[in-house]
């Protein structure tokens, strides 16, 4: 029933275009891939695009293998359409593994184990990373594109001014925060308005302190929906994520402005003079938001989120984009061969932009400055990689209760009621 | 004798040839889609197994929609009352003063802004910064010039939240009410006032016992469009909040479960829910239409 609809929608559309005449001609026919080409979807665009291109372009020179890159926002929806209706890109680009989870279960998914040089992939990529790229024990794609998300970032120069320094563990970060305040200042700027999306930025504050409480293995759990949200693990890494965001001295404008502010605006009391806060803590690519005419290290750097139980160290939580292939071509086939070697990502990694390449033939030094080789080398040292929870939980918990609780918490809600309300809607979404 | 029954019965199919492209189009875009919506309502999140009235029973008893029925109703009543009643204050009011046009054209004039814009605007004007630093926002800069002045998070606080919401909405449609009420107010013939003021009446009696008694139809026809106006409210609360901090509205929610949560089945019982609210009113329009017409 759903599938005629689906059906009945896209004829719909399609009429809708003809009857608008000529204006999206132009567009379908740039999609056509010539033959011998690999058409590629993603969510690229801008920058990211055009450094991908520049990546893959001396594999068009060498094999003479062009690429047609579909750009879109809405992912799910179109690859959906389009595998529905027998129409695959050859290769995706996708967010997060979630989605190849359900290609994989649906068999839209190219088993790249085949053709690839599996001793190459293994020396070269983390277990970790070959397991999240899997299903069923089948190697579906590989990570590509990296966001470090455990990092804390201060004012280097407003740290050496008030006397701070980098704290090594979570009772130092705590002590330092005390010590700000008593100094008349605010330690963090936080901000959890992100417009329809508003609420995400708390999340992976949640996550990070649960790898870090809790461990990976719990985390697994939790994500997976194995433990309830009730579970006393879950509750204390809350806790500890209400130390500071239920501290109304601790942050810029008190909760209130942590609720009200835009995640993308929320860094800037950092370079005020005086400062406004001193600390903010947000994913690697923050930095395009940070007002222009910063100097790296001297008015901006980062330290990684600190250790809070040393049995679990210092864990890093990202997100990565990660490739797939759904038509078996040899000219597929050989994009992927090429997209696994170091040339494309060290070209993108030259060109800036915050690219991390989990791959570890990608050398440090490819990287165009220290703050981005410090991310880099962060991620690939790693012991342990979590994934960003909300991600890879179901929407309706991922990107509904969970950034609703979150913001409630911060609000005065009891942490129990939150809890008992994200576990309601987890009950009845695995 | 044959003859003419043969041409009586092709008479006979000539309204339904007149009728069937409408009745196809509106069978095909309207019909079947209510009631697929209804079929689908009864399945589960991927429309693959029946459930019964489980999506039904998640409408009316889990906190989330218990929120965006009391908030919907919050909307119904503060959104209507204030947009009819302001609507009928400033069309009594305005036909007295000479720059009627002007002001009449100021008020309307949000009427053209999208509601997506209008909710980016109003997000600024509520806008939140705190003590001490300038404020950027209009609506705390003018509270700021008072002592002991506190910013307020107009859009997270819940105690004004919902009603920070409804005054955008109020603030968009009340120039529509006003032009339809000015419009019948002007109709009412002037002799009938005259006259009631030469027997005497004050202003006020003027306005409760000739006015409104004579304004009655289009009063009815503005508040009943306003309420089916007000169910539907979605594009101002999922721009400036989307639901969050206990401002979830019934359409809000519906949107979600489609479109972010991926599960059918609920938001087609959502949406299922909102047409049966909604039917009574077009049942009082409906009606409302066709006895004018007959008189």
């Known amino acids: ?430 | 004798m044959n003859k003419e029954k043969i041409l009586k019965k092709k008479v006979d199919m000539w309204p339904w040839a007149y009728l069937a492209p409408a009745l196809l189009i509106l069978g095909f875009f309207l019909v079947y889609p209510i009631i697929n919506t209804i079929y689908l309502s009864l399945l589960d999140a991927k429309s693959e197994i029946f459930v019964g009235l489980s999506n039904y029973i998640f409408a009316f008893t889990r906190k989330p929609m218990l929120i965006a029925f009391r908030n919907n109703l919050l909307w119904l009543v503060f959104f209507t009352l204030f947009t009819v009643s302001l609507g009928l204050i400033f069309a009594v009011i305005f036909d007295r003063v000479r720059y009627e046009s002007v002001v009449k054209s100021i008020i309307f004039l949000p009427m053209a802004i999208s509601f997506v814009g209008a909710g980016v605007i109003w997000k600024f004007v509520y806008s939140y910064r705190p003590a001490g630093v300038a404020q950027i926002g209009v609506l705390n800069a003018i509270l700021s010039n008072f002592k002991n002045f506190e910013p307020v998070g107009w859009l997270v606080n819940k105690g004004t939240n919902n009603f920070a919401l409804i005054f955008v909405g109020i603030w968009i449609w009340v120039g529509f009410c006003m032009v339809i009420l000015s419009a019948s107010y002007k109709g009412i013939p002037k002799e009938l006032i005259e006259a009631s003021r030469v027997d005497g009446a004050n202003e006020m009696q003027v306005f409760w016992r000739i006015i409104i008694p004579m304004m009655k139809p289009t009063i009815a026809v503005v508040a009943t469009t306003m309420i089916i106006n007000v169910l539907k409210v979605f594009d101002i609360v999922y721009v400036m909040t989307n639901g969050q901090f206990d401002t979830e509205v019934i359409a809000n929610r519906m949107y979600k479960e489609m479109f972010q949560f991926h599960n059918f089945g609920r938001a087609s019982a959502i949406a299922v829910i909102l047409l049966l609210v909604i039917i009574p009113m077009m049942i009082v329009n409906v009606r409302r239409f066709r006895r004018q017409e007959r008189s």
């Open chain 1, 1 to 430: 029933m759903k599938k005629i609809f689906i059906v009945f929608m896209v004829a719909v559309f399609a009429v809708s275009m003809m009857l608008a005449g000529t204006g999206c001609g132009e567009e379908a026919a740039a999609e056509e891939a010539a033959p011998g080409a690999v058409t590629v979807i993603g969510t690229w665009g801008g920058d990211e695009l055009t450094s991908f291109q520049e990546a893959v372009f001396p594999f068009t020179e060498d094999t003479g293998i062009g690429m047609a890159f579909e750009g879109t926002r809405d992912l799910a929806a179109v690859l959906t359409t389009r595998v529905q209706a027998g129409n695959p890109p050859d290769i995706a680009i996708l967010p997060n593994p979630g989605q190849m989870y359900e290609l994989a279960e649906d068999d839209a998914l190219v088993d790249i184990s085949e053709f690839m040089d599996m001793n190459e992939l293994n020396s070269n990529y983390a277990e970790a990373w070959l397991d999240l790229a899997s299903y069923d024990d089948t190697l579906y794609g590989i990570f590509y594109k990296v966001a470090n998300k455990s990092l804390i970032w201060y004012n280097p120069s407003a740290f050496s001014a008030g006397g701070y320094e980098v704290p090594a563990d979570w009772d130092e970060l705590i002590a330092l925060s005390d010590k700000i305040v008593s100094d008349g200042g605010t330690p963090w700027a936080i901000g959890f308005e992100s417009e329809a999306a508003s609420g995400w930025p708390a999340t992976d504050w949640i996550e990070d302190i649960m790898l870090r409480t809790a461990g990976p293995d719990v985390y697994d759990k939790w994500v997976n929906h194995e433990i309830p949200w009730t579970e006393e693990a879950v509750k204390e890494a809350w806790e500890v994520f209400g130390e500071i965001v239920l501290n109304e001295d601790y942050q810029y404008g008190g909760t209130t402005g942590t609720l009200t502010t835009n995640f993308g605006d929320a860094a800037a009391p950092l370079f005020t003079d005086p400062p406004g806060a001193y600390m903010h803590r947000q994913a690697s690519f923050v930095t395009g938001f940070f007002p222009e005419g910063l100097e790296v290290g001297k008015d901006y750097d980062f330290f990684p989120f600190p250790s809070i139980d040393p049995e679990y160290g210092v864990p890093v939580l990202g997100g990565a984009d990660l490739i797939v292939m759904l038509n078996d071509t040899p000219e597929a086939r050989e994009f992927m061969k090429y997209l696994a070697t170091a040339e494309p990502q060290e070209i993108w990694a030259a060109s800036g932009g915050g690219f991390i390449s989990p791959n570890k033939v990608v050398s440090i030094d490819a990287y165009p400055d220290e703050l981005t080789k410090k991310m880099a080398e962060m991620v690939v040292n790693a012991e342990v990689f979590r994934f960003d929870a909300s991600d890879l939980m179901p929407a309706a918990v991922g990107s509904g209760s969970f950034w609703t609780g979150a913001l409630d918490f911060v609000g005065g809600t009891d942490l129990d009621t939150v809890l008992s309300e994200i576990e309601d809607s987890a009950l009845d979404s695995y």
